[in-house]
């Protein structure tokens, strides 16, 4: 495989938890129980409706990446739960759903865009990393637009790197 997932950050989501905002904004985070079923971009696992609580906070998906922000909407537990750890895998329910595959390269420049079905993920994915430029994709919801996670090139695998 020649990517590898990124979820959201493991501090960022405990510094949401424990200030209820959005880090480096200072954005109010929202608490409510779920009404939709996301998933949690900590464990990648759906929000049961009506029962879980969750977060909803503004979350950068370039930070740290690149210099300009585009922050949008995001949903994590309202209580701890065990971050996505299975980094050579695409959460399944993350495949579960349509998915749009944005192909970045520096300077947040997009060189592709797939939609796909979740099961065909990891084969667009390879495919999208072909094209030389590509570093990183990021995963969003079909239905809704909003930000899954990332796949970063994997440099292990990638001879254009030491």
Same mark, same amino acid.
């Given at each position: %495989?020649?990517?590898?997932? +990124? ?7 405990? !510094?949401? @938890?424990? $200030?209820?905002? $959005? ?9 409510? $129980? ?6 949690? @971009?900590?464990? %990648?696992?759906?929000? !049961? ?10 979350? &950068? ?26 980094? =050579?895998?695409?959460? *399944?329910?993350?495949?579960?759903? =349509?998915?749009? /595959?944005?192909?970045?390269? *520096?300077?947040? @420049? #997009?060189? *592709?865009?797939?939609?796909? !079905? ?12 072909? &094209? !030389? ?9 079909? =239905? +809704?637009?909003?930000? /899954? #996670?990332? /796949? ?5 695998? &990638?001879?254009? @790197?030491?």
């Amino acid at each position: %495989m020649s990517f590898r997932v +990124v979820p959201i950050d493991p501090e960022l989501v405990a !510094e949401v @938890r424990a $200030t209820l905002q $959005t880090p480096g904004w200072n954005y109010p985070a929202a608490v409510e $129980t779920a009404t939709g079923y996301g998933p949690c @971009r900590s464990c %990648m696992q759906v929000f !049961e409706l009506g029962v879980d609580r969750r977060i909803f906070f503004t979350h &950068d998906a370039f930070e740290g990446r690149e210099p300009l922000p585009l922050p949008g909407p995001v949903y994590i537990h309202e209580d701890h739960c065990e971050p996505y750890a299975a980094l =050579d895998a695409v959460p *399944a329910s993350v495949r579960a759903l =349509d998915l749009t /595959l944005n192909a970045y390269g *520096a300077g947040r @420049r #997009l060189h *592709a865009q797939e939609r796909v !079905e979740g099961t065909a993920v990891e084969a667009a994915v390879e495919q999208l990393f072909v &094209d !030389e430029r590509v570093d990183y994709v990021h995963v969003h919801n079909t =239905d +809704v637009g909003c930000f /899954l #996670l990332r /796949l970063d090139r994997s440099h292990a695998n &990638d001879e254009r @790197r030491p």
